[in-house]
């Protein structure tokens, strides 16, 4: 099973983007999506996710201008970005917990995408 994160670039401060996290591979159903970010310098934090039912959360710094979400017939989740700030500037990770079948049975897997670099400019 692979991810293909995708939809990154530069913006001027206050425009939008769109990520793509498309999920490929073997018979899998998705539990859950997360999308996480890492500034230069900082530690990688959680950004958003949406679980299998739909439920979402965000970070704070994020609310009321990112919006998480999932086409499970495409298998591709997204995180719809708004108003940016250049603090918003990082390379973006989508990851993935998965139910992954084998046979007559599933197993758990947790994916992860290369990064998709966003730059939000002043």
């Known amino acids: 099973v692979q991810l293909q994160a995708s939809g990154g670039g530069l913006v001027q401060a206050g425009g939008s983007l769109r990520l793509s996290c498309a999920i490929s591979?073997?018979?899998?159903?998705?539990?859950?999506i997360y999308w996480h970010r890492q500034a230069p310098g900082n530690q990688r934090e959680l950004v958003a996710s949406?679980?299998?039912?739909?439920?979402?959360n965000y970070a704070d710094s994020v609310k009321g201008r990112f919006t998480i979400s999932k086409d499970d017939a495409k298998s591709t989740g997204y995180l719809q970005m708004d108003n940016l700030k250049p603090e918003d500037t990082a390379v973006y990770y989508c990851?993935?917990?998965?139910?992954?079948?084998?046979?007559?049975?599933?197993?758990?897997?947790?994916?992860w995408g290369q990064g998709t670099q966003v730059t939000v400019s002043s």
């Open positions: 990851n993935a917990d998965l139910s992954v079948a084998a046979g007559s049975t599933w197993y758990p897997k947790d994916v």
């Open positions: 591979g073997s018979t899998f159903i998705i539990a859950a």
């Open positions: 949406i679980s299998s039912g739909d439920s979402t």
